[in-house]
């Protein structure tokens, strides 16, 4: 019984509410590291992001995988490529 109502609270928490990820790869370095550990705030008042915030979201083509990237713009936002640098709307971004 006890083993039972485990499983349910932890798959209740982790679908709901939060989510701990091992960070795989160094695509976040330096601010994540290679081996670290996050915890994702899953509620549906997390969902909403603005510029700055670190999201997880699942790969398109492979679904068994997440991707952790910080975001860099929000919808109106215009984004450039020039000379390898990244431009925010018109501005050339820190």
């Not at 709901?16 to 670290?36: C, H, R, V, W």
């Not at 509620?43 to 975001?71: C, Q, Y």
Request: aromatic share 6%.
């Amino acid at each position: 019984m006890v083993v039972v109502a485990y499983v349910a609270l932890t798959g209740l928490v982790k679908n709901n509410f939060i989510q701990a990820y091992k960070i795989p790869a160094g695509s976040m370095e330096p601010t994540i590291l290679i081996g670290d550990c996050v915890l994702v705030d899953r509620r549906a008042e997390a969902r909403n992001p603005t510029r700055g915030d670190i999201i997880v979201f699942e790969d398109p083509v492979d679904h068994r995988k997440d991707f952790l990237k910080r975001v860099v713009a929000i919808g109106g936002d215009t984004l450039e490529i020039r000379d390898k640098e990244l431009w925010l709307n018109g501005k050339e971004n820190d």
